[in-house]
């Protein structure tokens, strides 16, 4: 039989008795801990925990959430409760470039990724084959029509698949200030961060020219402000002088999909909080 398993996270200012409390509570209520991850931010004197734990037979979700707020009151904490046998419905939209789309199609579909993927959506037509060939509805938006009008298109489709999570897999549009606002550390994006100086058109020719030594990408929450959202995952590859621009384009999309995949994994895992606009990722 399969474990029903459930996930707490808390965050709060840094005081004594937080852990005791914690596991405490979840003790009393029923629960088994299996895992337990906890980081004191010593600078900023904020506490940040994750608790992933079992519920036994006198565990009720209704039973824990009363007592758990008694015990956040008294501690003033932020804190989330997620029923793990509930999977978040993520839909991924995409333009013309695959490899980021097809390598979290390939995750799901060997069971790394814990959601649905119940949507594709695309500005273009291009990629409509692959969610085809993963049996996932495809939707193409109009862009053309104006940003406000589009956007209006795509918030429709979300809501009638009722996601929970959005990844821009290498989805070549700028998102409106309102979209950000509406899904707000709910919008994920991947960026080839370690190339901040060439901007624009083909980065990786930019770059080559440079004669860069590493380069990476970013996997990161979107926001209005375009690339500079907060930071979940990054890797990098280092790069030799020998190589073509073709070979950087070959392994940037190596990183990227990598990438995107592990922030991805995170957010699914409630491994990310957020203080003043910065995450901290706690595994």
């Known amino acids: 039989m399969t474990t029903h398993t459930f996930t707490l996270t808390v965050s709060c200012a840094d005081q004594s008795g937080l852990i005791a409390a914690i596991t405490g509570c979840i003790a009393q209520s029923g629960g088994n801990i299996l895992n337990l991850a906890q980081h004191t931010a010593t600078d900023i004197g904020m506490f940040f925990c994750r608790a992933s734990f079992a519920g036994t037979d006198t565990f009720t979700e209704e039973r824990f959430s009363t007592a758990f ?51 594709i959506i695309s500005n273009h037509p ?20 104006g940003k406000e009008a589009y956007e209006a298109d795509l918030n429709a489709i979300l809501d009638q698949y009722q996601i929970d999570l959005v990844v821009l897999a290498r989805y070549m549009q700028v998102m409106s200030a309102s979209f950000c606002e509406r899904w707000d550390k709910k919008l994920i994006n991947i960026h080839h961060g370690f190339l901040p100086a060439f901007k624009g058109a083909k980065p990786y020719h930019q770059a080559w020219q440079k ?33 073509s621009v073709d070979e950087f384009i ?34």
């Open 250 to 283: 070959r392994m940037g999309k190596d990183v990227e999909r990598r990438v995107l995949v592990e922030a991805v994994r995170r957010y699914l895992a409630h491994s990310i909080f957020m203080h003043d606009g910065r995450t901290f990722v706690i595994e």
């Open 126 to 145: 291009d990629l409509a084959h692959i969610a085809t060939s993963f049996h996932i509805p495809f939707f193409q938006v109009d862009t053309k029509k």
């Open 69 to 119: 707020s008694a015990v956040a009151d008294s501690f003033r904490m932020d804190w989330q409760f997620f029923d793990n046998n509930k999977k978040k419905r993520v839909a991924v939209l995409v333009s013309k470039t695959s490899h980021c789309l097809y390598e979290l199609l390939l995750k799901h579909a060997d069971d790394e990724l814990d959601c649905d993927i119940p949507v």
């Open 211 to 243: 004669g860069v030594k590493i380069i990476g990408a970013t996997g990161h929450f979107a926001t209005e402000d375009l690339d500079q959202g907060p930071i979940i995952y990054q890797d990098i590859i280092r790069i030799a002088d020998t190589c």
